[in-house]
C-alpha cells in the first residue's frame, strides 16, 4: 500500500489513539521469527506502534518492502518517512540498556469517537511536571534521568563544560520542536476549547523564536569556535526558560477558572 495521512491531534498527553496491547521483548522473541513478522502481523490488524526509542510505525509497503515511520529523524526535527526491514531488525537488536522496557513494544489504535473531551486537569497536571521537572510515572528508569526544564539546562551546562568540542545541533533543533509543539497546543486550546488566552499565544510564539535564534547560534559556534557564543547560547536558554515559565503559569491559571 501507499504512504497514509493520519491527521492526529495530540494534545499533551491526551490524545486520539488508545493503547490495544502491550508486548514484551521476550514475547515478541517467543512466538514471532523476528520483530519485522511481529510489525507486519500488527499493521495487517489495523493497528499502529510505537516502542520508547520513539519509533512510531504507522504503514508498510508491500512494494518497496518498507516501514513507513515518524521519528526525530531529520538532526532533531520530527518527520514522517521510510525505512528497510533490515535497518528495523538492526536498532531493535542494538539496544543495549538495563531498562527492558526500550524493548517493548506498544500497539496503538484510532478511537472511533468524533469528539474528543479535553482532560484539563490532566493537561495542568502535565504542564506543572514539565515545568517542575517531575519524573514521568509511565516509565521507570534504573538510571539517573532528568526530565523537563532540568533536561534543557543540564544539556546547556555539558556543552559549555564541553567547549573544545562541536555542539551536536540535534538537541537544539529538538528544543526548537519542542517549542513548536507546545505553540501549537496553545493554539488548540484557543480554536477547539475556547480558551481565552491570544495573549499567552502571542508570548508564547516570542518563546519559538527565541529558540530558533539559539539554534541557529549553536550552528554558528560550531564554524566560529567562539567562546562567547556559548556562554550567550546559556544565558538565552536561562531566559527563554524563565519566560517561557512565566507564560506557561499564566496559561493554567486560566485554565483553571
Same mark, same amino acid.
Given at each position: 500500500m501507499g504512504k497514509l495521512n493520519y491527521p492526529f491531534k495530540i494534545l499533551l498527553s491526551t490524545h486520539l489513539m488508545y493503547m490495544v496491547g502491550f508486548h514484551q521483548c521476550f514475547v515478541i522473541e517467543?512466538?514471532?521469527d523476528? !520483530?519485522?513478522?511481529f510489525i507486519v502481523d500488527s499493521l495487517k490488524l489495523g493497528n499502529k506502534m510505537?516502542?520508547?526509542?520513539?519509533?512510531?510505525?504507522?504503514?508498510f509497503n508491500s512494494g518497496s518492502k518498507k516501514f513507513l515511520i515518524g521519528d526525530n529523524l531529520s538532526d532533531g526535527k520530527y518527520v514522517q518517512t521510510e525505512c528497510t526491514l533490515e535497518e528495523i531488525v538492526q536498532g531493535y537488536n542494538a539496544i543495549k540498556v538495563n531498562n527492558h522496557f526500550f524493548l517493548n513494544i506498544h500497539l496503538l489504535s484510532k478511537k472511533e469517537e468524533e469528539e474528543y473531551t479535553l482532560n484539563l486537569p490532566q493537561i495542568i497536571m502535565s504542564i506543572e511536571n514539565y515545568l517542575n521537572s517531575v519524573i514521568a510515572l509511565d516509565v521507570s528508569f534504573k538510571e539517573k534521568t532528568l526530565f523537563g526544564q532540568n533536561a534543557i539546562l543540564f544539556s546547556v551546562d555539558? !556543552?559549555?563544560k564541553d567547549e573544545n568540542k562541536l555542539i551536536d545541533k540535534r538537541a537544539f533543533l529538538l528544543f526548537l520542536e519542542h517549542k513548536k509543539l507546545m505553540l501549537s497546543r496553545i493554539n488548540y486550546l484557543i480554536h477547539e476549547n475556547g480558551l481565552k488566552c491570544k495573549h499567552v499565544l502571542e508570548s508564547y510564539e516570542n518563546i519559538v523564536r527565541r529558540f530558533e535564534i539559539i539554534k541557529n547560534r549553536t550552528l554558528k559556534y560550531n564554524v566560529t569556535k567562539n567562546q562567547k557564543l556559548l556562554f550567550r547560547i546559556r544565558?538565552?536558554?536561562?531566559?527563554?526558560?524563565y519566560e517561557e515559565k512565566f507564560i506557561l503559569d499564566e496559561m493554567m491559571k486560566l485554565i483553571s477558572k
Open positions: 517467543s512466538k514471532w523476528s !520483530i519485522v513478522d510505537v516502542s520508547f526509542n520513539e519509533i512510531f510505525i504507522y504503514g555539558k !556543552i559549555i544565558d538565552q536558554i536561562l531566559d527563554g526558560l
